[in-house]
């Protein structure tokens, strides 16, 4: 059965934000920017869900959130898995970014952003236009089911209409999973130290989907047939 992959709403930000948080605190190298699980208190989930929900507004362009929704007609939604994707760089137009308005009051999740910077100017804005994955999350009670892949993949053949790039970054596992999508190696972006862990290095990485040639029907065959 087809996994059903369609955009968050805001109804779903409470699920998301469970399913993030539950996915950060099984991987060892993104702990470094959240806070312990006895730190993850209200005013924490608060801050990530007032975040996401800037994302979700329709009036903003530079952020797409799907999901894997597992419920079937009629049930409650039950999502296992997410993708943020910022779109901010994937247009070739004249728009101007449109700036995070949410205080990020969060050292950590500061740091974070620091980090994403960072791989931007040092290897991501060689591309005119990409799309950057922000965040892919599996709840570890659904993990190794493909749910992952699918939503990338998703987003693979979205980029096929026009041809693009989508650009990310990879852990020791992310790198791993990445590499088997496809995606090739761009270099090294440090972490700096923190409570949770020593300093790590994650790749930043890059995948170039070509535009999907139109496919010549039979008619159109014929006609280019008689006019030759």
């Known amino acids: 059965m087809q996994n059903k992959i369609r955009a968050a709403t805001f109804e779903d930000l409470p699920s998301v934000v469970k399913v993030i948080l539950a996915a950060i605190n099984k991987e060892r190298l993104w702990t470094n920017f959240v806070p312990s699980k006895t730190g993850q208190d209200e005013s924490y989930v608060k801050e990530i869900e007032a975040l996401l929900r800037e994302h979700l507004d329709p009036s903003n362009k530079d952020w797409v959130i799907e999901v894997i929704d597992l419920a079937k007609n009629g049930q409650p939604s039950q999502i296992v898995s997410v993708a ?24 950590r999740l500061s740091a974070y952003t620091t980090v994403v910077s ?82 790590h290095i994650i790749k930043a990485m890059s995948l170039t989907v070509p535009k999907e040639e139109r496919r010549q029907s039979i008619v159109d065959s014929v006609l280019n047939y008689i006019s030759s």
């Open 84 to 107: 943020v994707w910022d779109m901010s760089a994937a247009e070739d137009d004249d728009r101007k970014k449109r700036d995070v308005k949410t205080e990020i009051k969060d050292d």
């Open 118 to 199: 960072k791989a931007r100017n040092e290897f991501f804005n060689r591309y005119p236009q990409h799309s950057y994955l922000q965040l892919l999350a599996t709840h570890p009670d659904h993990q190794n089911h493909g749910y992952a892949k699918d939503l990338v993949h998703s987003h693979m053949v979205k980029a096929k209409q026009k041809g693009g790039v989508l650009t990310t970054l990879g852990g020791p596992f992310g790198y791993i999973f990445f590499s088997g999508l496809g995606f090739h190696d761009l270099g090294p972006v440090s972490l700096p130290p923190s409570s949770a862990s020593d300093s």
